[in-house]
Nanobody
C-alpha cells in the first residue's frame, strides 16, 4: 500500500520558518519524483516544488524561489520542504505527491493527505 504522510504544518508569523516532511512507503522512492503542492482557500491547487530522487534535480515555483528548499533523504524515503521568510500568501494546505515519471507535467501518481500551514501577518 502506497502511503505519503505529510507533517510539520502549523501556525507561524510572517517572516518565520517551517519545515515540512513527507514520509513515503509502498513504492521505490529512488525511482520517483516527489513534490509539494498547495491549495489556499478559494484557489486552485498549485505546484510548489519537486525533486527527482534519482539525481537530486529540483524545481521551484517562481513564488517560492529563494525562500523554500526541497530535499530528500533516500535512506529514509522522506522528502522535506524547508520554508523560510514565510508570507501570509503562503497560507495553504500543503500536499506531497510522487510521480514515476519524475518532475514533469505528466501529473503525479500518488498523493498524500495535506498538512495545514497558516502564516499570520
Amino acid at each position: 500500500e502506497v502511503q505519503l504522510q505529510a507533517s510539520g504544518g502549523g501556525l507561524v508569523q510572517a517572516g518565520g520558518s517551517l519545515r515540512l516532511s513527507c514520509a513515503a512507503s509502498g513504492f521505490t522512492f529512488d525511482d520517483y519524483g516527489t513534490g509539494w503542492f498547495r491549495q489556499a482557500p478559494g484557489k486552485e491547487r498549485e505546484g510548489v516544488s519537486c525533486i527527482n530522487n534519482s539525481d537530486g534535480s529540483t524545481y521551484y515555483a517562481d513564488s517560492v524561489k529563494g525562500r523554500f528548499t526541497i530535499s530528500s533523504d533516500n535512506a529514509k524515503n522522506t522528502v522535506y520542504l524547508q520554508m523560510f521568510s514565510l508570507e501570509p500568501e503562503d497560507t495553504a494546505v500543503y500536499y506531497c505527491a510522487a510521480a514515476k515519471t519524475g518532475c514533469t507535467d505528466s501529473g503525479m501518481d500518488y498523493w498524500g493527505k495535506g498538512t495545514l500551514v497558516t502564516v499570520s501577518s
